[in-house]
T-cell receptor
Framework: KQEVTQIPAALSVPEGENLVLNCSFT??????LQWFRQDPGKGLTSLLLIQSSQREQTSGRLNASLDKSSGRSTLYIAASQPGDSATYLCAVLDAGNMLTFGGGTRLMVKP | DTAVSQTPKYLVTQMGNDKSIKCEQNLGHDTMYWYKQDSKKFLKIMFSYNNKELIINETVPNRFSPKSPDKAHLNLHINSLELGDSAVYFC?????????????FGPGTRLTVL
């Protein structure tokens, strides 16, 4: 059974810092990995999707890497801004055609 | 222009009642999903459905059933509601997920069972 863990559970940083969010998964037989953002009381917004054959994806100030063999992914956020404050979720798609989510990292960027 | 919409946004009901939550997507996707987010904000897949197969998470009670009148809709029916069903329910859709279909989520329905 796939299990996804995110560390840290919560993070508070001053504006402008570069930061790294971590995600690990127990079963490396995945099709892809996605990073999502969730604002309080809202739905999820997909940030980046990495196919199992890819090593990383970039979008603006966000960069996500994937090391499938070790069961790890990181989301790198450069030059953080208060508007980046949200919960970040990673999820893996496995052979069961279902996304398994981690518990999320709650990020607060202080002005 | 909402890509994935859900109704109602809030649902408050008594234990034992039967209720439905509706979901519609206008993205032309062929796969739709229902997720449950509990009070600890942990998000779990409940169902994955396209016109060929329904995949059910084994932990979902059979009081929950998805109904798809057409490709653009996947409604969630819940029978004999229990206190533990209180949560936020999200609908999502994607193209074939195994070839990299990003999932697009609806805004959620907050269900409260009294």
């Amino acid at each position: 059974k796939q299990e996804v863990t995110q560390i840290p559970a919560a993070l508070s940083v001053p504006e402008g810092e570069n930061l790294v969010l971590n995600c690990s998964f127990t079963d490396s037989a995945i099709y892809n990995l996605q990073w999502f953002r969730q604002d309080p009381g809202k739905g999820l917004t997909s940030l980046l999707l990495i196919q199992s054959s890819q090593r990383e994806q970039t979008s603006g100030r966000l960069n996500a890497s994937l090391d499938k063999s070790s069961g790890r992914s990181t989301l790198y956020i450069a030059a953080s801004q208060p508007g980046d404050s949200a919960t970040y979720l990673c999820a893996v798609l496995d052979a069961g055609n279902m996304l398994t989510f981690g518990g999320g990292t709650r990020l607060m960027v202080k002005p | 222009d909402t890509a994935v919409s859900q109704t109602p946004k809030y649902l408050v009901t008594q234990m034992g009642n039967d209720k439905s939550i509706k979901c519609e997507q206008n993205l032309g996707h062929d796969t739709m999903y229902w997720y449950k987010q509990d009070s600890k904000k942990f998000l779990k897949i409940m169902f994955s459905y396209n016109n060929k197969e329904l995949i059910i998470n084994e932990t979902v009670p059979n009081r929950f059933s998805p109904k798809s009148p057409d490709k653009a809709h996947l409604n969630l029916h819940i029978n004999s509601l229990e206190l533990g069903d209180s949560a936020v329910y999200f609908c999502a859709s994607s193209q074939e997920p195994r070839v990299g279909g990003t999932q697009y989520f609806g805004p959620g329905t907050r269900l409260t069972v009294l």
